[in-house]
């Protein structure tokens, strides 16, 4: 077969790794691809938001699956467009992409269909967003209501800081057009996890969990970032936990799907915090997620290409999904800067002394080639990712490798996966 990945980060480069394992791929494009990639793949100079190029080259090549890395071209409708010319995709289509696309959506969805989740007001209005201040408890979650690159969520500890966030989306308009409206949302206080669900014609079958380290500074402190580091599965769900994430939660999701008509093919992120209450729904994605994609499939011992064909085919049962007992664990490693702004474009060294194992995965994120030589192109540049028997043997692993990596004011974080299990 002929597959094409469309995008160009640490998720695409781990993608492609699995998929070029499955003895049906023949045949393996990614547009636009890394300079890790090109390794595997055929790069295509086609750009994730370029869906009427992505489709004429599918059509030209005759593309047995297109897979949808990032978010944004499936906000934006590529499935859609694929379909409507008899392209077989695997990503929601435009309707279903809203429980990513929109905060608002989601939460309307999550209450209409009895999910636990945050309480939540919307708002349009700034002044009368700050009088809702008063309905909530400090510290409180500013959310604006569209994608915003993933910067949308703003945590506020104070009136004051809260009142800031409410004028910069919806008076300076910080995030322009997505942040047209905002969500107040009660600031909920547990632990992360990620789960994630392979969709089949709306129907959802359990994929595995994660646990991913979004801030850019050791402890969790300092801004938001895509996320810096990762481990699966997440120790910290209980058998409690995940025997109510998986017997009341997704069921309920999968009726509100099938009674929506959101029946799509493709992946739902489910973010939760796992409160004393138990685990409410924070946020959907639609696709797979960066950085969990470089700990969940490692450790996927299923054929890959498999699972998304018998998606999009209707077919998918949860016994096609088979993961390893072992844990993952990913550290990336960042631009100096990162998530501000940064330099770009500096040599990488020390590639070739990270050893050849089928227990440790270098994935790039935001490199280029260029004469022979790999450059920094991204503010999240690579992932040492490490299988083992548990967190601790991931962690050595990693960490013993990692700093044979050398680029110019290179970061990385050193507590990933440095935490206490319950």
């Not at 003895?23 to 869906?51: F, H, M, R, W």
């Amino acid at each position: 077969m002929k597959i094409l990945v469309i995008g160009s980060g640490g998720r695409e480069h781990a993608l492609c790794r699995k998929l070029a394992e499955s003895p049906s791929v023949k045949q393996l494009y990614c547009a636009p691809g890394n300079g890790g990639t090109q390794e595997i793949a055929e790069n295509l100079p086609i750009q994730t938001d370029d869906i009427q190029g992505l489709l004429q080259f599918a059509e030209d090549q005759g593309i047995d699956l297109t897979v949808v890395g990032p978010e944004l071209p499936l906000v934006h409708g590529i499935t859609d467009a694929f379909t409507a010319r008899g392209l077989r995709i695997f990503g929601p289509n435009q309707k279903a992409a809203q429980l990513e696309g929109s905060k608002h959506f989601t939460k309307v969805f999550l209450e209409e269909h009895g999910v636990p989740t945050a309480r939540y007001h919307r708002y349009e209005d700034p002044d009368e967003a700050i009088g809702g201040l008063e309905d909530f408890r400090f510290p409180v979650v500013v959310k604006a209501d569209g994608l915003c690159a993933g910067k949308g969520v703003i945590i506020c500890p104070d009136r004051g800081a809260a009142e800031k966030a409410i004028r910069e989306i919806l008076v300076d308009r910080v995030f322009g057009e997505e942040g047209r409206s905002l969500i107040l949302e009660e600031y909920l206080v547990g632990f992360e996890a990620s789960v994630f669900c392979i969709v089949s014609k709306g129907r959802l079958n359990f994929f595995e969990s994660a646990k991913d380290y979004k801030q850019i500074g050791e402890g969790d402190s300092g801004p938001n970032t895509g996320g810096v580091g990762c481990f699966s599965p997440n120790h910290l769900l209980k058998p409690n936990h995940l025997a109510q994430i998986r017997e009341e939660i997704i069921p309920s999701i999968e009726k509100g799907l099938l009674s929506d008509g959101l029946l799509y093919d493709g992946v739902l992120f489910i973010g939760f915090m796992v409160t004393e209450e138990g685990p409410k729904v924070l946020e959907f994605n639609v696709r797979f997620g960066d950085p969990e994609t470089q700990v969940l499939l490692p450790r996927l011992k299923s054929d890959l290409l498999d699972i998304l064909w018998k998606s999009t085919e209707g077919t998918l049962k949860e016994e096609d999904i088979v993961f390893s007992n072992q844990t993952a664990l990913t550290v990336i490693l960042v631009s100096g800067g990162y998530p501000g702004s940064y330099p770009t474009g500096y040599p990488i060294f020390g590639l070739q002394e990270i050893p050849q194992s089928e227990d440790l995965y270098l994935i790039h994120s935001g490199t280029k080639a260029e004469n022979d030589q790999y450059l920094t192109a991204g503010g999240r540049v690579l992932c040492l990712t490490a299988l083992g028997a548990n967190l601790e043997e991931c962690r050595s692993t990693v960490y013993a490798n990692i700093d044979k990596i050398r680029f110019e004011n290179s970061y990385f974080r050193k507590d990933i996966g440095e935490i206490r299990l319950h």
